[in-house]
């Protein structure tokens, strides 16, 4: 029966809803090496669970779901494994597309393009245009994605159109990123029990309130989302002011 009820209710303990979460989704390997299986069984497993955590993200009204599926560093793995992440992220997108857009999610992709395939650019340009208009949720993927290049690339972008020094303010560098148009990310949730932002969203992640869970990202589902947001709740967000009590 509880299955019939809204997962707000069961969670009377969630008072605010943040708008913008990211999740950097840790675990993948480390959940296929304790069942024995090799590394992409996990990866397959995580892919397979965006769905669901999709799914409560839209039900519980987070409006921005930013997921951290590949970074700029993880081309560093071993090249077997880098290849089959590619071909994973197209047969995500050739699998999920139809049902995303039916759905309403919009789908963005914040990264470098350089350095993936040509094909596998023009399916992730073509999910984001089809997508485009829709409104129910952002489904931010930051794919080939680095905190560090963003800014970068947002630098050399901000040269490029000729604005000059005394122009460049926080604003402006925030249009140049790969996030432009988007809010700042209130919650990051790390899983696989790591406390590390591992250079994801680290200019928008300023005033960004942390939770970190030992459940692999496999594992993680609608009752941990949950119990994240029931946890932010409980947060202060002063974004560096102090209470009148405090003085």
Not at 77 to 105: D, Q, T, W, Y
Request: aromatic fraction near 8%; proline fraction near 5%; charge should be neutral.
């Amino acid at each position: 029966m509880t299955q019939d009820v809204p997962l707000r209710e069961r969670y009377p303990g969630i008072t605010r809803i943040p708008y913008h979460v990211g999740i950097i989704m840790d675990g993948n390997g480390r959940w296929a090496q304790a069942r024995g299986l090799p590394r992409m069984a996990g990866h397959r497993a995580g892919t397979e669970n965006i769905r669901r955590v999709l799914r409560a993200a839209v039900e519980l009204g987070i409006k921005v779901l930013t997921i951290y599926a590949f970074s700029t560093e993880n081309w560093a793995r071993p090249p077997a494994e880098v290849n089959a992440l590619m071909r994973l992220l197209g047969e995500v997108i050739r699998r999920e597309l139809k049902e995303l857009h039916e759905n309403g999610v919009c789908i963005r992709h914040s990264g470098r393009l350089e350095g993936i395939a040509p094909h596998l650019q023009r399916e992730i340009l073509n999910a984001v245009s089809l997508t485009c208009h829709n409104e129910r949720i952002i489904l931010n993927v930051a794919f080939n994605y680095g905190g560090r290049a963003e800014i970068v690339d947002a630098v050399r972008h901000i040269m490029r159109d000729g604005h000059p020094a005394d122009a460049v303010t926080e604003a402006l560098i925030s249009q140049y990123l790969y996030t432009g148009g988007l809010p700042d990310v209130d919650l990051i949730i790390r899983t696989g029990g790591e406390y590390r932002l591992s250079n994801f969203l680290i200019w928008q992640a300023a005033y960004a309130e942390y939770y970190a869970t030992p459940t692999y990202w496999p594992d993680f589902d609608e009752h941990e989302l949950a119990r994240a947001l029931e946890e932010y709740s409980h947060r202060e967000r002063r974004f560096g002011r102090v209470t009148p009590a405090e003085g």
